[in-house]
């Protein structure tokens, strides 16, 4: 690391030091410590996954507002799971209880097996993927490269926004590549975990064995490689292993909430590799294949739906398939639970605190009340540009989405441009700020918020 990173990270401590008790002080900053730096960019390495959850709602302002301070702009922080360097360190338990709620163990093995073995679900082969317009090509795509890989389309992008099927269709080029040759060795990550373990190897010193490991794979799927935003070291990488693997004439299959030259400061030469084959997006599916799919969803599970129950749920699930089948699990749970058919009746009282609560508020909704508040553009919301007149309304919106939809902040998120749940967090945290301190924005807010669910 180098000592000017150093350097800004001892600056950033001292000044959070003053700022929280030193038993805080000690259990969560002391061990963070800065893996990658860009302009205006910093990635944290953390002991373990809890950390950032635990960072993220006690302390991020906190962190957020040193790091600006230092930098002398906004940065964009984000974390990665990074244990070796800390293995040294004897964790203090006793710190770790008084943080009560913390339940998950810190990794102790740091072993980095990249071919460990797949971990594919059973039911995300082509047979239970429904296909209908919206995801027909991508869908074609992923057959087409199954049966010949690396001979058709190389790499395949898949883009689309959450709980579209992205990770079901890249795992069903894996199940179908395995079915007809077994001896096929796939690297198929998570862009996180690939993150992660080049990371370990980096401060294990074996970077040159994890480079060989990963270029000798004959296929190599990368799930939200959008994850790659902001991590200019391990794009690098990324970028060398992808040269070697696709001179090879090897497969690569990428999937990405955004198209590639969307994903945040991702380098242009990347950018244009990952358009040199097939970029196939999945758009949100029409009502029919709504329909289609949350009858799929029960068949899969031994029981079936009732035609106007699946066209119930098509109408009021529209643009995520991931809550589609949560609904359709709800109802099944729900019939065999007081022990009757699936109809009408069972599935609104299933759906009753999901569905009823008055008019469900969309992202779209959130989205179109603050463009007509503020006067901008939907590009504005989407753009990266700080300038006061486009950030704040951005931030706004986050908070609304917040407040109104049932949406995750990864969905907010990615609706907004593809950042990510960091920025979300922060921007509900400061609005929440804005609204106590400041009265015109606090009536503001109201009004929009009175707006969306009231349609007043
Ligand atoms: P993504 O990776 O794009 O966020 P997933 O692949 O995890 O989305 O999909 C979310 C859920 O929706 C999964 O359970 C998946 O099986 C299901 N799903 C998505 N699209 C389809 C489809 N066309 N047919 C059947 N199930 C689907
Ligand atoms: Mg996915």
Redesign the pocket.
Same mark, same amino acid.
């Given at each position: 690391m180098p000592q000017q990173t150093q350097q800004v990270w001892e600056e950033t401590l001292s000044k959070i030091q003053g700022r929280v008790s030193g038993r805080q002080f000690e259990t969560w900053f002391r061990r963070m410590h800065p893996v990658d730096i860009g302009a205006d960019s910093l990635v944290l390495g953390i002991p373990a996954a809890f950390y950032r959850e635990w960072i993220e709602k006690h302390y991020l302002t906190i962190l957020q507002q040193a790091l600006n301070e230092t930098f002398g702009r906004d940065v964009k922080i984000s974390f990665v799971v990074d244990a070796p360097q800390h293995k040294q360190l004897s964790f203090d338990w006793q710190a770790r209880s008084h943080e009560s709620a913390l339940q998950q163990e810190a990794p102790l093995t740091t072993e980095i097996d990249i071919f460990e073995p797949l971990q594919l679900n059973d =039911?995300?082969v082509f047979e239970?993927? &429904? &296909? %209908?317009p919206s995801?027909r090509l991508a869908h074609a795509a992923a057959v087409a490269v199954s049966e010949s890989p690396g001979r058709t389309y190389n790499p395949l992008f898949i883009q %689309?926004? &959450? !709980? *579209? !099927? =992205?990770?079901? *269709?890249l795992q069903a080029i894996c199940h179908a590549v395995r079915r007809r040759d077994p001896s096929v060795r796939i690297l198929m990550l998570p862009c996180e975990a690939f993150v992660n373990k080049f990371i370990a190897a980096v401060q294990q010193g074996s970077t040159m064995d994890f480079r060989n490991r990963c270029r000798s794979a004959d296929m190599l799927v990368i799930?939200?490689i959008h994850f790659l935003a902001n991590k200019e070291r391990t794009q690098e990488e990324f970028f060398h292993t992808f040269n070697a693997l696709y001179n090879a004439q090897k497969q690569i299959v990428l999937?990405s909430?955004c198209a590639p030259h969307e994903i945040p400061t991702l380098e242009e030469r990347v950018v244009s590799r990952f358009k040199w084959g097939m970029v196939a997006n #999945?758009e949100p599916?029409c009502f029919e294949?709504r329909a289609a #799919?949350a009858r =799929? =969803?029960a068949h899969e599970r031994g029981r079936e739906l009732p035609n106007e129950v699946a066209l119930y749920l098509a109408e009021n699930i529209e643009t995520n #398939?991931?809550e589609?089948?949560g609904a359709v699990v709800k109802i099944i749970g729900y019939a065999s639970l007081i022990n009757k058919e699936i109809s009408m009746e069972t599935a609104k009282e299933a759906l009753r605190d999901v569905l009823q609560r008055g008019r469900r508020v969309r992202m779209e909704d959130v989205r179109n009340a603050v463009l007509e508040y503020y006067k901008i553009k939907p590009s504005d919301l989407k753009s990266r540009s700080r300038s006061k007149s486009v950030a704040f309304p951005r931030q706004v919106c986050m908070y609304l989405a917040r407040k109104h939809t049932n949406c995750s902040l990864e969905e907010i998120g990615s609706f907004l441009g593809g950042r990510d749940h960091t920025t979300v967090l922060y921007a509900e945290e400061k609005i929440s700020q804005e609204y106590q301190k400041n009265p015109q924005v606090k009536h503001d807010i109201n009004l929009l918020s009175k707006k969306l669910t009231q349609g007043a």
């Open positions: =039911k995300y239970d993927f &429904v &296909v %209908g995801n %689309g926004s &959450v !709980g *579209l !099927g =992205k990770t079901h *269709l799930d939200d999937s909430d #999945i599916p294949t #799919i =799929k =969803k #398939i991931r589609l089948e």
